[in-house]
């Protein structure tokens, strides 16, 4: 059994800044081995990606994110983390964490947090 928790999610006021966590638990081997990435859903919209670090450590962000967001990981302590800055109100969204791994045999490892709420707001 693998789980993923997160935290740091929170109310903070636009121009603001939060620090996610997102730490591995139990059956997970080999974490060096896994794309790692953070998600959001806001309310009535579809989950989109926000960032991603692959396993080699090259990061990916989505346009709406780009200077603002930094996502960093830490194998040692099987965490990605995610550094959000000017923090706007269209940020507002519950944040998911993801660890993958693509094996040579199927099944992939695909993993996901329960979730963390991001509110900006005055």
């Known amino acids: 059994q693998v789980q993923l928790v997160e935290s740091g999610g929170g109310l903070v006021q636009p121009g603001g800044s939060l620090r996610l966590s997102c730490a591995a638990s139990?059956?997970?081997?080999?974490?060096?081995?896994?794309?790692m990435g953070w998600y959001r859903q806001a309310p009535g919209k579809q989950r989109e990606l926000a960032a991603t670090?692959?396993?080699?450590?090259?990061?990916m962000y989505a346009d709406s994110v780009k200077g603002r967001f930094t996502i960093s990981r830490d194998n040692a302590k099987k965490t990605v983390y995610l550094q959000m800055n000017s923090l706007k109100p269209e940020d507002t969204a519950v944040y998911y964490c993801?660890?993958?791994?693509?094996?040579?045999?199927?099944?992939?490892?695909?993993?996901w947090g329960q979730g963390t709420q991001v509110t900006v707001s005055s």
């Open positions: 993801n660890f993958y791994r693509r094996m040579t045999l199927p099944p992939d490892r695909d993993f």
């Open positions: 139990g059956s997970i081997f080999s974490i060096s081995l896994y794309d």
């Open positions: 670090i692959t396993s080699g450590g090259s990061t």
